[in-house]
């Protein structure tokens, strides 16, 4: 299926590795000219070079510096001629007990995980309108729905970006010039992060083999979810095909939340 999007220009957030990397693929795979992002050069340059290599046709840019800081994002939206597609996405907080944190936790929180998505949100979408058309895809967590209690301030964060995307997607200014805004939730997909959060669950657990097979099971799909199953998801939402789609949370996790809805 050709997704109508090639020869547009997306900024993909945080996408050295793990799910960014895997929504910036399956942009490149289907024509899309990138900017992408992560705070260490020396890996982000590597993912670079290789979807350069990958996918000859696509133009590929660099920015460098966490997305959490303003001249980082500055530098993003500078770096597309236009932004057709913006895919929001930072490093989760740590997990942890909220009474170990303080304000300063949860500003950290805050930034990268609520307000960075709403400020690259804010400079894109008029324009977007404008032109008529524009995908935004924000990576939340399966968690916005399903609350995991070491992870509070990903619950607090996430939850107050889905809120406040709840009523922009709304907007006829933009649902109606085919702008879209939607949160993509994963489950526990096979990435770095989800390693980490293993090894740190282990620590009290079990082996990280026995604590890795128990998570397994517990998902009705009895696996991980791949970067690649994900990406193909973002990219299917920032098609032609998406413009009907908006203001959705939408999991990806493999049957792993319990409700109806
Ligand atoms: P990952 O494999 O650890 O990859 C994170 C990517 O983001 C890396 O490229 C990292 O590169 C970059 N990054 C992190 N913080 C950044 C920042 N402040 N500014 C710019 N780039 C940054 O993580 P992932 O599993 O793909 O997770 C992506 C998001 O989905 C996270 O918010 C995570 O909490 C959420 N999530 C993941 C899962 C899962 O199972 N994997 C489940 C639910 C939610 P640098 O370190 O070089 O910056």
Excluded at 16 to 35: D, F, H, P
Excluded at 51 to 64: G, I, K, S
Excluded at 184 to 199: I, S
Excluded at 215 to 244: D, K, M, N, V, W
Aim: hydrophobic share 40%; proline share 5%.
């Amino acid at each position: 299926m050709n997704l109508g999007i090639s020869g547009r220009w997306a900024i993909v957030c945080a996408a050295s590795q793990g799910l960014g990397k895997g929504c910036a693929e399956a942009l490149a795979n289907e024509g899309v000219n990138l900017v992408i992002n992560a705070r260490t050069a020396d890996t982000l340059e590597h993912t670079a070079t290789e979807l350069r290599t990958r996918f000859p046709a696509v133009e590929v840019r660099t920015v460098v510096g966490d997305v959490s800081q303003e001249p980082v994002q500055a530098a993003l939206l500078a770096a597309a001629p236009q932004v057709d597609i913006l895919v929001n996405n930072a490093g989760g907080p740590p997990p942890g007990d909220f009474r170990d944190w303080d304000r300063n936790d949860w500003l950290k929180a805050l930034d990268a995980n609520m307000l960075t998505p709403i400020a690259l949100m804010k400079a894109v979408v008029d324009g977007m309108a404008e032109r008529g058309f524009g995908r935004v895809v924000n990576i939340t967590s399966g968690a916005v729905k399903a609350p995991i209690d070491i992870l509070g301030l990903s619950n607090g964060a996430r939850s107050g970006l889905t809120g406040f995307v709840a009523g922009v997607a709304r907007q006829q200014r933009l649902a109606g010039n085919n702008v879209t805004v939607n949160n993509l939730l994963p489950g526990a997909f096979d990435t770095a992060r989800l390693q980490k959060n293993l090894q740190i669950v282990s620590q009290t657990q079990g082996s990280l083999e026995s604590v890795t097979q128990a998570r397994r099971q517990s998902i009705p799909a009895a696996r991980f979810g791949t970067p690649e199953e994900f990406g193909a998801y973002c990219a299917f939402l920032c098609s032609h095909y998406g413009g009907y789609i908006t203001g959705q949370n939408l999991l990806i996790d493999g049957g792993a939340y319990p409700g109806t809805f």
